[in-house]
């Protein structure tokens, strides 16, 4: 019997990721060409929807914490799971795709158990900017995390912030939230087939 069968809800699956994957290994990429930018931009919206479901769950009290923790864990080790690519520039786009989901994993695990944290989306993305310039990965991805919650509960993330800095880890998980945060206002599924 699946788990669709018991009347468990399904938020995501390993067969969903790898059709994904397999559509970035099957296409010829070009991350300056429209359509295969957009490709991986729906595999991230994908994920990140896959989050928001999770959190609507929770917040309808469908799931209750632990559940919602552990749907959040299984979505993260599908996610995040070693991918194995012989095209050295596809394995680089989808770390980056990876890398920008790390966030959006935490940031929701965090405001399931803790609640949003205090402060000012804006801010915390410009303290994870300086904790990055410092060379404090750990410090600047917490700072990301808190914005995340702060978006979870509402607050809009601005984007356009992101000029203000050099391109980095930071844009990539802030890149991340902001999928996030269109999940959360419109969770429909992104269609697998282009």
């Avoid at 050099?166 to 990539?172: A, K």
Wanted: a negative charge; charged letters at 35%.
């Amino acid at each position: 019997m699946t788990d669709e069968e018991e009347g468990i809800e399904t938020f995501y699956s390993a067969e969903r990721w790898q059709n994904w994957l397999d559509r970035v290994e099957e296409e010829d990429l070009d991350p300056e060409n429209e359509d295969s930018a957009r490709l991986l931009l729906n595999l991230q919206d994908d994920a990140a929807i896959a989050v928001a479901k999770i959190l609507a769950a929770y917040e309808e009290g469908r799931v209750d914490e632990d559940r919602a923790v552990e749907e959040l864990g299984d979505v993260r080790d599908i996610v995040l799971s070693e991918v194995d690519f012989d095209d050295e520039d596809k394995l680089m786009l989808i770390d980056g795709v990876q890398t920008s989901l790390v966030p959006v994993f935490y940031a929701a695990e965090e405001y399931i158990v803790a609640g949003p944290t205090e402060g000012d989306v804006d801010e915390f993305v410009r303290a994870a900017a300086g904790a990055e310039a410092d060379e404090d990965l750990d410090a600047a991805l917490g700072y990301v995390v808190q914005a995340g919650t702060r978006v979870i509960d509402g607050d809009t993330l601005d984007v356009d912030l992101l000029e203000e800095f050099e391109y980095g880890l930071v844009s990539e998980w802030v890149n991340g939230l902001d999928s996030l945060q269109s999940a959360l206002e419109d969770p429909e599924v992104v269609e697998e087939e282009g």
